[in-house]
């Protein structure tokens, strides 16, 4: 009877001890995926080549033929390619700045007529200085959007809620986006487009505030010379830009690219994106927040 309780109360210890191990493992795995991006599989060389075409054409700003006319691309082929393209422009000494959210809003779903959710990557050539100048002749067809900007203080990944997102934070920024299609016509299907980065070109940041304020409604004004051609609200980015930042953690950490600390989380357009001119200024002000411009010259 001694020995049979003994045996079970050894079994029982060598249980729980088991139990913890497998607990610390757990969160050892979860701390190495957040900390860390794992190294990605060697690509295709067909999509290799696509990334190079859609890079080039980034980088001389000129148009190509949507890849949906002439190739069937999955959705994981087409972040590929934009992983491989974006790979590009670190070779030529730009760092990773962060991630931008794309179709979080009702008024960019309807304007571009695509309703699934993507990301891209922000890498620091994009950077435009708050209240800076950028050059006409870096883009083909550029449009302008409002956001809000996200700041890391932590990493982020994985199935987080958008309060445990909002956890991460270490500031919130007004913020413009300046995307230009490099497909002809700025017409794209979900793979194109994905393909593309999103059509990401360029982001400006206004002043940094601390994140306590909150941000799930704040009306923004877009003004094209000092006239407002686009008013809306953060609400309008998932009913909360907060829920943006948790999208992002997911889809970063399913990429192996989970965010960093320091890194920008772009929660995409409030409202639709307008089309620029050359020599305009462009100006967001944001309720509580306030402003971020730059000139187009
Ligand atoms: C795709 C990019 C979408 C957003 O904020 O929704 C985007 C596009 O409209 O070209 O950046
Ligand atoms: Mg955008």
Not at 105 to 129: C, F, N, P, T, Y
Not at 227 to 245: C, D, E, F, K, N
Not at 276 to 283: F, K
């Amino acid at each position: 009877m001694a020995v049979a309780k003994k045996s079970a109360a050894k079994k029982s210890a060598k249980k729980s001890a088991k139990k913890s191990a497998i607990k610390s493992a757990k969160r050892t795995s979860a701390r190495k995926a957040c900390g860390k991006a794992s190294a990605p599989e060697s690509s295709a060389p067909a999509l290799v080549s696509v990334a190079r075409e859609l890079d080039r054409a980034a980088y001389e700003a000129k148009t190509i033929t949507q890849i949906s006319q002439h190739k069937t691309l999955t959705l994981a082929q087409a972040y590929e390619i934009q992983r491989l393209a974006i790979a590009e422009r670190l070779k030529r000494g730009a760092y990773r700045a962060g991630v931008k959210m794309g179709f979080t809003s009702r008024a960019k779903i309807v304007q571009m007529g695509i309703s699934d959710m993507i990301w891209g990557r922000l890498a620091s050539d994009m950077m435009i200085e708050d209240g800076g100048v950028t050059s006409w002749a870096r883009y083909v067809h550029p449009r302008v959007e409002p956001e809000l900007a996200f700041l890391l203080k932590k990493p982020l990944c994985g199935a987080v809620t958008p309060l445990q997102a909002m956890e991460a934070v270490e500031a919130m920024a007004p913020a413009l986006e300046i995307i230009d299609s490099r497909y002809d016509n700025f017409k794209f299907s979900l793979e194109d487009v994905v393909a593309d980065n999103a059509s990401s070109s360029g982001f400006v940041t206004g002043a940094w505030s601390r994140p306590d304020l909150d941000c799930a409604n704040l009306g923004l004004v877009l003004r094209f010379d000092g006239a407002p051609v686009q008013i809306g609200s953060t609400a309008a980015i998932l009913g909360h830009p907060a829920r943006a930042l948790a999208a992002a953690a997911r889809f970063a950490e399913a990429a192996g690219e989970p965010l960093q600390a320091g890194w920008i989380v772009m929660a995409g357009g409030a409202t639709a994106a307008e089309a620029l001119r050359q020599g305009v200024h462009v100006e967001i002000e944001m309720q509580n927040l306030g402003r971020a411009a730059f000139t187009i010259a």
